[in-house]
C-alpha cells in the first residue's frame, strides 16, 4: 500500500445574502430544483416519536433579527439513533431522515422545524447524552459556519449527567443552550451571536 | 468504498483555524455585527457530530447539474459563456468521497442573481436560475455545466466588486464536515482586491478556492472546462472512546 499524501481542508466562505438560490430555492419562488427544499420536511406520518415545533431566532450584535440567514440541525431519531445510510438497515427509523434545513423568515427573522423530541443517544463508553440537536447557522458575514447544541430546558434530570453540559459546568453561558419550553410540545431556542448573551459556539 | 462504511469512521482532525477566515474581518463589513467575540469552545467529537445527513440519490432531476438548461427545462439555454466546472472530491487523507451532496449557485453571466434582494441593475436572463446541484460518483467525481458568471458591485462601504465566484454547498460524511465556500476563476483580477477572498489570510489555502482552466476536459467548439478539487476534514480511521476532558 503507497502512503497517502496528507492534504488540506479547503477554506470556508461566507454563504452571502443569496444562500436561497441554491439551498433553499423554493423560498425565493425558484422551481428550477423539483420546488420541494431539500430539509424542508423531517417527518412523514410513519416516523416514531413525539412530535414537536421548534422555532427561534438568531440576533446580530446589535440584537436584530438576522432576516437572510440558513439554519440546519442534525438529530437523532426517538431512540436515540442516527441515520447513517439510505440503503442499509442501521436501527434508526427509517421515516425519519434527521436533517433540517430552514431560512431565517424574510420579516422576522423567525426559523421554524416541525421535527420529532430526539432520544438520549449511547455513547461508545456507555455514558449517555442528554437529547439535543446540532445547530449549524451561515449567512452574510458568517465566514465560517457556527456550530452549536441545543439541549432542552424541561430534561433536568438527563441533562444533569449529559457528559458535555457537565463538561461546562459553572459557566454562565450553559444557560444560551437551552431551548425554552413555550406550550405543549413547543420550543423556542434563540441565538446571540453577541453581547451579553453571546451563545456558546463550539469547534467541532 | 461505499459511504455507509466511511461514516463509520472515527471522528474528524481537529480544524486547521489557519486556513479559514476569521469570524472577525473588518475589512468585509458585514462580519462586524455577525463575529462572535468568544472564543469557540472545543468539544470531542461524539456521534452527534462524526454521523451526518445522507441523501437518496433519487433527488436528483434530469437538469439538476446543468445550469444552462436547468432553469427551462432544457428548452432554451442561458446566455453567455458555458463552462464545465468539475472535480474530485476528497479527505485530508487524499481518499476520494462518494455520494457527496454538492449544491451550487451563482450570478448569472452579468453579474445579476435571481434574488429579490439583488438591487444590481445588470439584466436578469430569462433562460436562467442559478442554482445546480449534484452527488459525486463512486471515484468522488463531480461536474456541472453552467455559464460562467459575471463580477458584480455590492455595497461595503467602497467600490468593491466581487470576483466571478460560484458558491459551494457541500456535505461530507459527517455533519462536522458541512461546508459553505466560494469557486474563483484562475486569472481574475479582481480576487486579490476582494475583501470576502481576503478574509482568508493564508495565499496558499485561498488558492485552492480558484479553479484552473482545464483544457483536457474543454469540449471543442462548446464549452471550456474549469476544475476545482474539494478537500473536506479528515477522519481517524476508527473509532475511539468519545473521552471528554476531565472525564
Ligand atoms: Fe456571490
Not at chain 1, 94 to 118: A, M, V, Y
Request: hydrophobic fraction near 35%; proline fraction near 6%; include cysteine.
Amino acid at each position: 500500500m503507497h502512503k497517502l499524501q496528507r492534504l488540506k481542508e479547503i477554506p470556508s466562505q461566507t454563504a452571502g445574502p443569496f444562500l436561497h438560490i441554491g439551498c433553499i430555492p423554493s423560498q425565493i419562488g425558484l422551481n428550477t430544483l423539483g420546488g420541494i427544499d431539500l430539509g424542508s420536511v423531517l417527518l412523514s406520518k410513519k416516523t416514531k416519536g413525539k412530535r414537536i415545533t421548534l422555532t427561534g431566532k438568531v440576533f446580530d450584535g446589535k440584537n436584530i433579527p438576522i432576516r437572510d440567514g440558513m439554519v440546519e440541525i442534525w438529530q437523532a431519531d426517538a431512540n436515540g439513533l442516527y441515520r447513517t445510510s439510505e440503503t442499509k438497515l442501521d436501527g434508526s427509523d427509517l421515516n425519519f431522515s434527521g436533517w433540517g434545513r430552514s431560512h431565517c423568515d424574510f420579516e422576522s427573522g423567525s426559523w421554524t422545524f416541525k421535527t420529532i423530541k430526539p432520544g438520549p443517544v449511547m455513547m461508545k463508553n456507555g455514558k449517555w447524552m442528554a437529547p439535543h440537536i446540532s445547530f449549524w447557522f451561515v449567512a452574510r458575514g458568517i465566514n465560517l459556519g457556527l456550530n452549536t447544541r441545543m439541549y432542552f430546558s424541561d430534561e433536568h434530570s438527563l441533562n444533569e449527567k449529559d457528559p458535555l453540559l457537565q463538561e461546562l459546568k459553572g459557566t454562565k453561558r450553559i444557560r444560551t443552550l437551552m431551548a425554552r419550553k413555550i406550550a405543549e410540545n413547543s420550543y423556542e431556542f434563540n441565538i446571540y451571536l453577541q453581547g451579553k448573551n453571546e451563545t456558546i459556539f463550539f469547534e467541532i | 468504498m461505499d459511504k455507509s462504511d466511511l461514516r463509520c469512521q472515527g471522528p474528524l482532525y481537529p480544524r486547521d483555524k489557519t486556513l479559514h477566515p476569521k469570524a472577525l474581518t473588518p475589512d468585509y463589513k458585514s462580519s462586524l455585527l455577525r463575529s462572535p467575540k468568544m472564543t469557540l469552545i472545543p468539544m470531542s467529537n461524539t456521534l452527534s457530530e462524526i454521523t451526518g445527513p445522507v441523501f437518496d440519490p433519487n433527488i436528483l432531476g434530469e437538469f439538476d447539474s446543468d445550469l444552462t438548461k436547468n432553469y427551462c427545462s432544457g428548452k432554451q439555454i442561458g446566455i453567455g459563456e458555458q463552462i464545465i466546472v468539475h472535480g474530485k472530491v476528497f479527505d485530508e487523507n487524499s481518499r476520494t468521497i462518494p455520494n457527496v451532496l454538492i449544491e451550487v449557485w451563482q450570478a448569472n453571466a452579468s453579474g445579476r442573481y435571481r434574488h429579490f434582494s439583488d438591487s444590481y441593475k445588470a439584466p436578469l436572463d430569462p433562460y436562467f436560475g442559478g442554482c445546480g446541484r449534484c452527488v459525486t460518483d463512486q471515484n468522488g467525481c463531480y461536474s456541472f455545466r453552467t455559464i460562467r458568471p459575471g463580477a458584480y458591485p455590492w455595497p461595503n462601504g467602497g467600490n468593491n466588486w466581487r470576483p466571478s465566484h460560484i458558491h459551494f454547498s457541500i456535505f461530507g460524511t459527517s455533519f462536522a464536515q458541512r461546508l459553505i465556500t466560494q469557486m474563483y476563476f484562475e486569472g481574475d483580477p479582481l480576487i486579490k482586491l476582494c475583501p470576502i477572498a481576503n478574509t482568508i489570510e493564508d495565499p496558499a489555502s485561498l488558492k485552492t478556492l480558484v479553479a484552473q482552466l482545464d483544457m483536457k476536459k474543454t469540449i471543442h467548439m462548446d464549452a471550456r472546462a474549469y476544475q476545482f478539487n474539494i478537500i473536506l476534514r479528515g477522519r481517524f480511521s476508527t473509532i475511539f472512546e468519545n473521552k471528554m476532558d476531565g472525564n
